[in-house]
């Protein structure tokens, strides 16, 4: 972490209308974007108020905003975001691909795990199945799934919690 992200972490939620007027700016670039979301999943303060805008970098063209989005989505998400999640398991970056992942097993729900599941059981989850690259994300989805799964049986067990 360089010492600009400490020094916005460190004045946190004061920084946030400037974080608003930069992602409603027309010229800001994508390394910006994905910056301000690797921040804001530093700080500790309620962030929710960007999460339009980072549901919105789920669809960004830049692998970079794209897995920032998602990793932030991992602590700001509920439920009712999981279906962008869920078409990320398939990005073009297979490290947004395990990230989306990990976002739905901490995140995710019946629907999201069936999505997972799905997606594992799929003909062609990635274009290059088969090679090494294929095996290794479908280890780390699931390994994501089963953490989803247990997260959720934990949580049938003890409801309220």
Same mark, same amino acid.
């Given at each position: 972490?360089?010492?600009?992200?400490?020094?916005?972490?460190?004045?946190?939620?004061?920084?946030?209308?400037?974080?608003?007027?930069?992602?409603?700016?027309?010229?800001?670039?994508?390394?910006?974007?994905?910056?301000?979301?690797?921040?804001?999943?530093?700080?500790?303060?309620?962030?929710?108020?960007?999460?339009?805008?980072?549901? $919105?970098? #789920? /669809?960004?063209?830049?692998?970079?905003?794209?897995?920032? +989005?998602?990793?932030? %989505? *991992?602590? @700001? !998400?509920?439920?009712?975001?999981?279906?962008?999640?869920? $078409?990320? #398991? /398939?990005?073009?970056?297979?490290?947004?691909?395990?990230? +989306?992942?990990?976002? %739905? *097993?901490? @995140? !995710?729900?019946?629907?999201?795990?069936?999505?997972?599941?799905?997606? #594992?059981?799929?003909?062609?989850?990635?274009?290059?199945?088969?090679?090494?690259?294929?095996?290794?994300?479908?280890?780390?989805?699931?390994?994501?799934?089963?953490?989803?799964?247990?997260?959720?049986?934990?949580?049938?067990?003890?409801?309220?919690?």
């Amino acid at each position: 972490m360089g010492g600009e992200q400490r020094a916005l972490i460190q004045l946190g939620e004061r920084v946030f209308p400037i974080f608003r007027a930069i992602l409603v700016a027309k010229d800001v670039q994508d390394r910006e974007i994905s910056r301000m979301f690797g921040t804001l999943a530093e700080m500790k303060a309620d962030r929710s108020q960007f999460l339009e805008h980072v549901i $919105a970098g #789920l /669809s960004n063209e830049s692998a970079g905003v794209r897995g920032a +989005a998602v990793q932030l %989505l *991992a602590q @700001i !998400g509920s439920t009712r975001d999981t279906a962008p999640i869920v $078409a990320l #398991l /398939s990005d073009k970056e297979w490290t947004n691909s395990i990230s +989306a992942a990990k976002t %739905l *097993a901490a @995140i !995710g729900d019946r629907r999201a795990l069936a999505a997972v599941d799905i997606w #594992l059981n799929s003909s062609s989850p990635r274009q290059h199945d088969g090679d090494k690259l294929s095996e290794q994300l479908r280890k780390h989805v699931t390994k994501y799934r089963d953490e989803l799964r247990q997260r959720l049986e934990k949580e049938k067990k003890s409801p309220g919690k």
